[in-house]
């Protein structure tokens, strides 16, 4: 089942932060976080796996609440790069490792 | 190293035609994933391959689609007697591990079925 991204818009002024939130209502093994621009292929950003904690790296971090089966995506200080659709792909376990993906959140990174 | 790479990138088909779809995959890597993206979606997946072997094809739409992965490494998507329906990115993904891993995407091929 796909899994519900919210918002599935925002735009920013550089140097705001922004939450990406992905729901599911099935129990998940791990999410991966996408960035994507417009007629490229998806940037991978992060994983994390069930019972893992928050990761981050440079101004960009995730988390995931198992209770809850949502996973969020924070992006502080933005920059002009950072601009895209921001994709989560949840896994659900077992033996094909396939990825179900959101519909996506778009986001716009003004001057 | 070189990423995961596509050809062609762009792939203009009469409706009823047959195409063929290249995806070469990182070198090394065992798991091979396509996944189709309509315009404004997310990527769906089609079907995904471990080393040669197709483990799972839940995902293919119809009959007329065949991918293949001969000798683990380069992969074949086919659409036969292509529909208007089927135009989309077709995106391919490789993975080195048979576990929960990063899946590092090519740029994908863009059909335009006429």
């Known amino acids: 089942q796909q899994p519900v991204q919210s918002p599935q818009a925002v735009i920013l002024r550089e140097g705001e932060d922004a939450v990406i939130n992905c729901s599911s209502s099935k129990a998940l093994y791990s999410v991966h976080w996408y960035r994507q621009k417009h007629g490229e292929a998806p940037v991978f950003l992060m994983i994390?796996?069930?019972?893992?904690e928050q990761k981050g790296h440079d101004k960009i971090s995730a988390s995931f609440n198992e209770k809850k089966q949502q996973s969020s995506l924070y992006l502080t200080a933005s920059q002009l790069s950072y601009s895209g659709t921001y994709f989560c792909?949840?896994?659900?376990?077992?033996?094909?490792?396939?990825?179900?993906f959101g519909k996506g959140t778009l986001l716009t990174v003004n001057p | 190293g070189a990423g995961v790479s596509q050809s062609p990138r762009y792939k203009v088909a009469k409706r009823g035609q047959d195409v063929a779809l290249r995806c070469d995959p990182i070198s090394g890597h065992v798991s091979l994933f396509w996944y189709q993206q309509a315009l404004g979606q997310g990527p769906e997946f089609l079907t995904y391959?471990?080393?040669?072997?197709?483990?799972?094809k839940s995902g293919l739409p119809s009959d007329r689609f065949f991918a293949e992965r001969p000798e683990g490494s380069v992969s074949t998507l086919k659409i036969q007697r292509t529909q208007q329906e089927d135009s989309a990115v077709y995106l391919c993904a490789s993975s080195a591990q048979l576990a929960a891993d990063t899946q590092y995407f090519g740029p994908g091929t863009r059909l335009t079925v006429l």
């Open positions: 792909g949840t896994d659900l376990g077992g033996s094909n490792y396939k990825l179900t």
């Open positions: 391959f471990q080393n040669e072997a197709q483990l799972d």
């Open positions: 994390l796996l069930k019972g893992g």
